[in-house]
């Protein structure tokens, strides 16, 4: 599966799920990432963390990067739909339950 790509300020950033991400994920909120809730708040920090881990000149705080995501919504739409491609690709892992269609 591919990275994904997103531009913010006319400069290319990669988002990328990692153990650096997931462990400032848990720095930032205090939460465990595999027990994170699917709210606003907890799916935008992750997003930032999934930035900040794979990008070393990645330089927003998280305000400022909340005011991007703001300015085009666009960019969480796609962050959103590649955590979807994650989801997939883990249940795509699993063993299947008996009886179970997919």
Request: include cysteine; charged fraction near 25%; proline fraction near 2%.
């Amino acid at each position: 599966m591919n990275d994904l790509k997103i531009t913010i300020n006319g400069k290319d950033y990669a988002v990328k799920q990692s153990f650096r991400a997931l462990m400032l994920f848990e720095e930032m909120t205090g939460k465990n990432p595999l027990s994170m809730n699917e709210n606003i708040t907890d799916v935008m920090m992750l997003f930032y963390c999934f930035l900040r881990g794979a990008n070393k000149d990645f330089m927003f705080e998280f305000d400022a990067f909340v005011d991007v995501v703001d300015s085009d919504v666009g960019i969480f739409e796609s962050f959103t739909g590649y955590l979807q491609s994650l989801k997939n690709v883990k249940q795509l892992a699993q063993p299947k339950k008996k009886g179970e269609k997919r």
